[in-house]
C-alpha cells in the first residue's frame, strides 16, 4: 500500500475525503435548520444542533481538522441565523439581529473551532 508524505496511507486520505464531500453534501445542520422546525424554541434546536456538531466533530477528530472545524462552524452560524430570521420573518443576513455573540453567548451554539486547543496532540 502506498504511503503519503505524512505517513498515512492514501486509502485513508481517499476515505476522509469521500466522507468530507459525503458530510458536505449532507452538512448536519441543514436538515436541522429546515424550515419544518420553525415552529420549535431556539434553545432546543440549538441543543440538537450543538450535539450533531459535536458527534461529528468526534468522529472527525483525527488529523488536521482546524480548517474543516472552522468551515463547519461559519455553516453552522449562517444557518442557525437563517432559522432565526425565518422563525421570526425578518429580511436581510441576520448578522444585526443574530450578531455571533448572540449565536454563541445566548443561545450555546458550541464552537469547533476552539475544540482544537484541547486536543491531546496540539499541546506537544
Not at 16 to 32: I, K, N, T
Not at 59 to 71: D, E, K, N, Q, T
Not at 74 to 93: D, E, F, I, N, V
Amino acid at each position: 500500500m502506498f504511503h503519503g508524505p505524512r505517513g498515512s496511507s492514501m486509502a485513508e486520505k481517499r476515505r476522509g475525503r469521500e466522507q468530507w464531500r459525503e458530510l458536505v453534501g449532507g452538512w448536519p445542520c441543514s436538515g436541522l435548520t429546515s424550515r419544518r422546525w420553525l415552529l420549535l424554541d431556539p434553545q432546543e434546536r440549538v441543543g440538537r444542533l450543538n450535539r450533531t456538531l459535536i458527534g461529528w466533530a468526534n468522529y472527525f477528530s483525527l488529523g488536521p481538522v482546524s480548517s474543516a472545524y472552522r468551515a463547519v462552524d461559519q455553516h453552522a452560524r449562517g444557518r442557525l441565523r437563517w432559522w432565526l430570521r425565518k422563525k421570526h420573518k425578518q429580511p436581510g443576513q441576520g448578522t444585526a439581529r443574530f450578531p455571533d455573540a448572540h449565536l454563541y453567548d445566548v443561545l450555546g451554539l458550541q464552537r469547533l473551532s476552539v475544540r482544537t486547543r484541547n486536543l491531546r496532540w496540539a499541546n506537544a
